[in-house]
């Protein structure tokens, strides 16, 4: 059953055509790899998925409900998260105030609670123990190093139990070991039946990670599959070398 | 190693970072509110109760309980409104205007209204205009959802000026008395207690006092609450906020409106306290330059930090409102102007956090220093492959990060 699905999505900045009739499918309970060279509409499928960004053309779908240019807030509470390829955590909250802020709820008397007391405060302890980052949980954010604040990104949008998580190259720029780790926790997340879509330039990462492929090239799909088939397949090739 | 942190984390949390237990923290934090209210309480009658003294006070805690207010909005969300007084005076013409409508309170032409009886007690004539400042307050309010909206769909130095035009505006329609409203420039007479110095100042002095504590609360309580959260997390990314459910259109909208309710309270209050309001004196930009003062002062988004600053710069203007550019004048002169373009410099240069967080970062960095050694926590790896030995050295030096 499909679970995310883009359909002929076109968005267009200016005289670039980022992405061009670009269709998708996530399949539920899946890890999706989405690769592709620089400029390929990665980052800009992700921000028209979560109503960063309007589509000019095409649509978004989510358990076969259209979504098309929801603001984010209300794409994040359907239950799809993501993180961003430059990672972004609020840096003069504490670390364990940053896991309560997606944590916001509809109704009054849960937004005018203490969040301190809230009973997402055990969840949140829980989830920093899940990432391995308990004991930074009174540090300011900012604080953090890298990976770290990586790693806190990743667990504050799992508070909110997110059904799809999107990660825009979640392993760029962090130290082998830390990788290992998150890998480990994506794949936790995915047997708990959590869904995937991962953009990442590490391919070892990708191709160790994902159950389907899918390359971007020119803002559309040119190829999809397993890894292995992804790997070997001519136009990719061609795509990535310029040949 | 599971069994071990879960007995000791609870047990860290019951300590703060002095090594004090909690509970002996909180304790020392009410008595000592308490303590500060008390002397609230009993300054004008018991400690200070000349009428310069008190006179001066009623501002102190007039701005004290504005800079607090708007700490709510623009400390919490880091909107720096510059248009606050366009509340302050809309509270005050109200509470006038619904004075001489109603026909409240004292009035020495006669129009005036009586004693009011609200289930057993009985409100003296001369207290009644009070009575409407919540109302004053509410009108306050409403006028600034429409303009929060207007101005919120900007940001950062787009959103402090078009703060800063909707405030001329509403100074403009004061001034041609649109409506009929505001009687221009002659000014709007309020009604005129018959109190006498130096008592005269001493139920403006409970009101603002009131006003103040309930500011405080509200202040204390947004930002402990998920609500304050949100705020908070606008400050930082309003746009990753928002991809986490925020909603962060009506959490700004809501928090405008409240910290323009306070103004407008006050604003009631400032104008009864007064006797006569005016175009000029009601929609004052230079309040809006001192809140900002303030709050930039005692520390944006802290507690304490406006009411310091509030205290500090009020004491200020005292000193230096009696020199003039005149010679033996008795308006105020402009030095104080001076001081506080001065005073502003100084805080944006050395004191870029206030007062309160640079204070809190030298006792912080005071206890690290007391509870040397400890390798800073940046360095270590995952728990998970950590010796239990070495988590608890971390944990004991994640002081030294702060």
């Given at each position: 059953?499909?679970?995310?699905?883009?359909?002929?999505a076109?968005?267009a900045?200016?005289g670039?055509?980022?992405l061009?009739?670009?269709?998708?499918?996530?399949?539920?309970g899946?890890?999706t790899?989405?690769i592709?060279?620089n400029?390929?509409?990665?980052?800009?499928?992700?921000?028209?998925i979560t109503g960063?960004?309007?589509?000019?053309?095409g649509?978004?779908?989510f358990?076969?409900?259209?979504?098309?240019?929801?603001t984010?807030d209300?794409v994040f509470?359907?239950?799809?998260?993501r993180t961003f390829?430059?990672?972004r955590?609020?840096?003069r909250?504490?670390?364990?105030?940053?896991?309560?802020?997606?944590a916001?709820?509809r109704?009054?008397?849960?937004?005018?609670?203490?969040?301190?007391?809230?009973?997402e405060q055990r969840?949140?302890?829980?989830l920093?123990?899940?990432v391995?980052?308990?004991?930074?949980?009174d540090?300011?954010?900012?604080n953090?190093s890298?990976?770290?604040k990586?790693?806190?990104?990743?667990a504050?949008?799992l508070?909110?139990?997110?059904q799809?998580?999107?990660?825009?190259?979640?392993a760029?720029?962090?130290n082998?070991?830390?990788?290992?780790?998150?890998?480990?926790?994506?794949?936790?997340?995915?047997?708990r039946?959590?869904?995937?879509?991962?953009?990442?330039h590490?391919?070892?990462?990708?191709?160790?990670l994902?159950?389907t492929?899918?390359?971007?090239?020119?803002?559309?799909?040119?190829?999809?599959?397993?890894?292995g088939?992804?790997r070997?397949?001519?136009?990719?090739l061609e795509?990535?070398?310029?040949? | 190693?599971?069994?071990?942190?879960?007995?000791?984390?609870p047990?860290?949390?019951m300590?703060?970072?002095?090594?004090?237990?909690?509970a002996?923290?909180?304790a020392?934090k009410?008595?000592g509110?308490?303590?500060l209210?008390?002397?609230?309480?009993?300054?004008p009658?018991?400690?200070?109760?000349d009428?310069?003294?008190?006179?001066?006070?009623?501002?102190?805690?007039m701005?004290?309980?504005?800079?607090?207010?708007w700490?709510i909005f623009?400390?919490y969300t880091?909107?720096?409104?510059?248009?606050?007084?366009?509340?302050?005076?809309?509270?005050?013409?109200?509470l006038?205007?619904l004075?001489?409508r109603?026909?409240i309170?004292?009035?020495l032409?006669?129009?005036g209204?009586?004693?009011?009886s609200i289930?057993?007690?009985?409100?003296?004539?001369?207290y009644?205009p009070?009575?409407l400042?919540?109302?004053?307050g509410?009108?306050?309010?409403l006028v600034a959802?429409?303009?929060?909206?207007?101005?919120?769909?900007?940001?950062?130095h787009?959103?402090?000026?078009?703060?800063?035009a909707?405030?001329?505006?509403?100074?403009l329609?004061?001034?041609?008395?649109?409506?009929?409203?505001?009687?221009g420039?002659?000014?709007?007479?309020?009604?005129?207690?018959?109190?006498?110095?130096?008592?005269?100042?001493f139920?403006?002095y409970y009101?603002?006092?009131?006003i103040l504590?309930?500011a405080?609360?509200?202040?204390w309580?947004?930002?402990?609450?998920?609500?304050?959260?949100?705020?908070?997390?606008?400050r930082?990314d309003?746009?990753?906020?928002?991809?986490?459910g925020?909603?962060?259109?009506?959490?700004?909208l809501?928090?405008y409106?409240?910290?323009?309710?306070?103004?407008?309270?006050l604003?009631?209050?400032?104008?009864?306290?007064?006797?006569?309001?005016?175009?000029?004196?009601?929609?004052d930009?230079?309040?809006?330059i001192?809140?900002?003062?303030?709050?930039f002062?005692?520390?944006?988004?802290t507690?304490?930090?406006?009411?310091?600053g509030?205290?500090?710069?009020?004491w200020?203007?005292?000193?230096f409102?009696?020199?003039?550019?005149?010679?033996?004048s008795?308006?105020?002169?402009?030095?104080y102007l001076?001081?506080?373009?001065?005073?502003?410099?100084?805080?944006?240069?050395?004191?870029?956090?206030?007062?309160?967080?640079?204070?809190?970062?030298?006792w912080?960095g005071?206890?690290?220093s007391?509870?040397?050694q400890?390798?800073?926590?940046?360095s270590?790896e995952?728990?998970?492959?950590?010796?239990?030995?070495?988590?608890?050295?971390?944990e004991?030096g994640?002081?030294?990060?702060?």
């Open positions: 059953m499909s679970m995310l699905e883009v359909q002929n076109s968005k900045f200016g670039i055509q980022a061009d009739a670009c269709s998708i499918t996530v399949e539920q899946k890890i790899g989405l592709g060279p400029g390929s509409g990665k980052t800009t499928l992700f921000n028209v960063y960004e309007r589509l000019d053309s649509s978004v779908s358990q076969g409900k259209l979504i098309t240019n929801l984010p209300r509470r359907l239950g799809i998260g390829q430059l990672t955590i609020f840096p909250l504490t670390v364990l105030e940053n896991m309560h802020v997606a916001q709820r109704n009054a008397g849960g937004v005018l609670g203490r969040w301190s007391s809230s009973h969840r949140a302890l829980e920093l123990d899940f391995g980052i308990t004991r930074l949980k540090m300011p954010a900012g953090l890298y990976g770290q990586k790693l806190l990104e990743f504050f949008i508070i909110a139990e997110p799809v998580i999107l990660l825009d190259e979640p760029g720029g962090v082998p070991v830390m990788i290992q780790h998150l890998a480990e926790r994506i794949r936790a997340l995915n047997q039946g959590v869904t995937f879509l991962v953009v990442e590490n391919m070892e990462f990708v191709m160790g994902c159950d492929v899918m390359v971007l090239h020119r803002g559309t799909k040119i190829a999809e599959g397993t890894p088939e992804v070997n397949n001519p136009a990719v795509a990535y070398l310029g040949a | 190693m599971k069994l071990l942190k879960a007995l000791r984390l047990a860290r949390d300590t703060d970072r002095a090594g004090l237990p909690k002996a923290v909180i020392i009410v008595v509110l308490l303590a209210l008390v002397i609230g309480v009993v300054f009658p018991l400690i200070s109760p009428t310069t003294t008190t006179g001066v006070a009623v501002y102190a805690l701005f004290a309980a504005w800079a607090t207010a700490n623009s400390g880091g909107y720096i409104a510059l248009g606050h007084a366009a509340f302050f005076g809309t509270g005050a013409y109200a006038g205007i004075c001489e109603w026909h309170g004292p009035q032409i006669g129009t209204g009586g004693d009011v289930l057993f007690l009985t409100i003296p004539v001369d009644t009070f009575l400042v919540p109302l004053a509410l009108i306050a309010g959802v429409p303009v929060g909206w207007i101005a919120l769909h900007t940001r950062r787009t959103f402090i000026v078009i703060t800063i909707i405030f001329f505006i509403f100074q329609l004061a001034e041609n008395n649109v409506g009929n409203l505001t009687n420039t002659k000014g709007l007479e309020f009604p005129y207690p018959s109190w006498v110095y130096p008592f005269y100042n139920p403006f009101a603002m006092l009131v504590v309930l405080l609360a509200v202040s309580w947004v930002r402990h609450s998920k609500y304050g959260l949100g705020l908070l997390a606008i930082d309003e746009d990753r906020a928002l991809g986490l925020v909603r962060t259109g009506p959490y700004k809501i928090a409106v409240i910290s323009a309710i306070f103004a407008g309270m604003g009631g209050v400032w104008g009864y306290s007064l006797g006569s309001v005016f175009p000029q004196s009601a929609f930009p230079l309040n809006d001192s809140l900002a003062l303030m709050a002062m005692g520390g944006l988004g507690l304490s930090g406006p009411i310091i509030a205290l500090i710069i009020e200020a203007r005292l000193q409102n009696s020199l003039s550019f005149i010679e033996n008795t308006s105020p002169g402009g030095y001076i001081i506080y373009g001065a005073l502003f410099l100084v805080v944006i240069l050395l004191l870029p956090e206030g007062i309160v967080p640079t204070l809190r970062k030298w912080m005071l206890l690290a007391r509870e040397e400890g390798m800073p926590a940046d270590l995952l728990s998970k492959q950590t010796a239990p030995v070495a988590v608890e050295q971390a004991s994640e002081g030294v990060n702060r």
